[in-house]
């Protein structure tokens, strides 16, 4: 697909007497998406990072606040588990968009 130059797009709208919304979903959507899907691509290591620092400190019930609480054990099996769950939710969620990115946009 060929990027439209953003001088251009408008008057074609205009041209195709497109609507509003139709413009937005025909015109701006397919070039903002490519780099919407990258930049959350980026943000959702400090999102993981951000959430399990907020359930330790300020939760009872998810991933983060039970490796906290097992910490004061010393339980480093449950502890390990934990990690590894969140790290493998982390890669698959990474891995769905890099996918969905190359297939929608190549």
Not at 65 to 70: D, E
Request: charged residues 15%; proline residues 6%.
């Amino acid at each position: 697909m060929r990027l439209i130059n953003r001088h251009s797009s408008r008057p074609l709208a205009m041209v195709l007497a497109a609507l509003p919304f139709v413009a937005v979903l025909r015109m701006a959507l397919p070039q903002v998406l490519p780099r919407l899907i990258s930049n959350v691509r980026l943000s959702l290591g400090s999102a993981w990072l951000f959430l399990i620092a907020a359930e330790a400190v300020a939760a009872d019930v998810g991933p983060g606040y039970r490796i906290f609480l097992v910490r004061r054990c010393l339980a480093m099996d449950v502890i390990l588990t934990y990690v590894i769950r969140i790290t493998a939710l982390a890669f698959v969620l990474d891995w769905g968009l890099k996918q969905l990115s190359r297939r929608a946009f190549p």
